[in-house]
């Protein structure tokens, strides 16, 4: 069996400005995500860690490691998903996300999760 499909991860993510919590006037602009993680491999495997990397339209990057996801470090069987809503704020309309989950399978093989690139944009700022 391929190693790729014993330890893979999927994730979708879902964004949201979050207008009530947003101060263009102060540059911030805040916004949530939906991340769905669902393991489509056929080992279990424990999400231990996190790695953000945040940018925003200025270029300037954030970095956020830590621990789990909303507190959690969620164990998914095969088939099996777990969904979380967090958030974060910019000082620009625009920005991207990107990173990593760290995974350890049952069998104690360590692996990343990639989480693809996605955009968090203020409504009709972009096109």
Do not use: C
Not at 6 to 20: C, E, G, P
Request: charged share 15%.
């Amino acid at each position: 069996m391929a190693e790729g499909t014993k330890y893979h991860i999927s994730i979708n993510v879902d964004t949201a400005y979050l207008t009530d919590q947003s101060d263009p006037a102060a540059d911030r602009y805040v916004f949530s995500y939906t991340i769905n993680i669902a393991n489509t491999g056929t080992v279990a495997a424990q999400l231990i860690s996190r790695h953000w990397i945040i940018t925003d339209a200025e270029n300037v990057v954030q970095e956020v490691k830590g621990l789990g996801v909303v507190g959690e470090q969620p164990l998914l069987q095969p088939g099996e998903s777990f969904e979380y809503t967090s958030g974060t704020a910019l000082a620009t309309p625009v920005g991207t996300m990107h990173g990593t989950y760290q995974m350890v399978a049952e069998d104690g093989n360590k692996f990343d999760a990639e989480i693809p690139p996605f955009t968090l944009a203020m409504p009709r700022v972009l096109h």
